[in-house]
């Protein structure tokens, strides 16, 4: 079993930065080789990719909305994955989660069901 446990959201300006954080933990075993994501989720609207990064930080994704704006990197040494945000907008305001599956190959996915854990979330609001 896997926990993960976010962080870092909260309530920001248009055009302002938010570092969301997302701390794994394995209850079994360490909390190695796990493609790690960033998913979001808006009132009314079905949860979105956002971005994804491999175990060994060597590929990430993003989702066109957010490109040249978010940043996703990890730290294996503290089980942890990072989304840095910068120049949100209103429309970024959504509950981000974290997701993980246990996979260490060069695939990468942007699909819910690809991830078998995910955080329960933290809420991101950004005012006009």
């Known amino acids: 079993q896997v926990q993960l446990e976010e962080s870092g959201g909260g309530l920001v300006q248009a055009g302002g930065s938010l570092r969301l954080s997302c701390a794994g933990a394995?209850?079994?075993?360490?909390?190695?080789?796990?493609?790690m994501a960033w998913f979001r989720q808006a009132p009314g609207k079905e949860r979105e990719f956002v971005s994804a990064?491999?175990?060994?930080?060597?590929?990430?994704k993003y989702a066109d909305s957010v490109k040249g704006r978010f940043t996703i990197s990890r730290d294996n040494a503290r089980n942890t994955v990072y989304l840095q945000m910068n120049s949100l907008k209103p429309e970024d305001t959504a509950v981000y989660y974290c997701?993980?599956?246990?996979?260490?190959?060069?695939?990468?996915?942007?699909?819910?069901?690809?991830?078998?854990?995910w955080g329960q979330g933290t809420q991101v609001t950004v005012s006009s």
């Open positions: 990064i491999t175990w060994a930080a060597g590929k990430t």
């Open positions: 394995a209850s079994r075993g360490a909390f190695v080789r796990y493609h």
């Open positions: 997701a993980a599956v246990h996979w260490d190959g060069d695939e990468i996915w942007d699909e819910t069901e690809e991830y078998d854990f």
